[in-house]
């Protein structure tokens, strides 16, 4: 990896530990679809989490098409973010984490957002675990960057 493979990488680690929430966008019956989720992602950049109820329209999109996409960025919502804003748009393949592996990931979730231990031990609430393909990082309003995770 190059230093600015690595230089990226860390502003993704920066940006993600910012922010709470990213906007999750799904796919279903010619349909977008976009909702906010509670997120983190692994130290490795490799994979994103996050916890929705089993029967939210969110669930039921990514089970029937599990390529999706989420914004995440730390905008303010002033005039300056067009160019102070840094956007990273995730793409990849969601799937549900199996009750044997829900342990293993709970943790690193909870961590984020312990405000959501009630949500998410839930009976009907499921972690989904995003492999991550992409992140597009934008940032002075035109300055793309693709950096990929496959």
């Known amino acids: 990896m190059n230093d600015t493979q ?4 860390q502003r993704l680690r920066d940006l993600f530990a910012s922010q709470k929430l990213a906007v999750l966008s799904t796919y279903d019956q010619g349909q977008a679809y976009a909702s906010l989720v509670g997120f983190v992602v692994t130290d490795d950049l490799k994979f994103l989490l996050f916890a929705t109820d089993q029967r939210t329209r969110k669930y039921r999109n ?20 067009f160019q102070g804003t840094t956007a990273v748009t995730v793409t990849g393949v969601a799937a549900e984490v199996p009750s044997s592996e829900r342990e293993k990931w709970l943790p690193r979730y909870l961590e984020k957002h312990p405000h ?16 991550v393909e992409w992140y597009y990082i934008v940032n002075h309003f035109q300055n793309v960057v693709a950096l990929p995770m496959i």
Do not use: K, P
């Open 6 to 9: 690595e230089h990226n990488r």
């Open 62 to 81: 990514v089970m029937r098409n599990t390529h999706i996409a989420l914004l995440i960025d730390n905008r303010s919502d002033l005039d300056t973010d």
């Open 116 to 131: 959501l231990a009630e949500f998410v031990n839930a009976s009907s609430c499921v972690l989904i675990r995003v492999n």
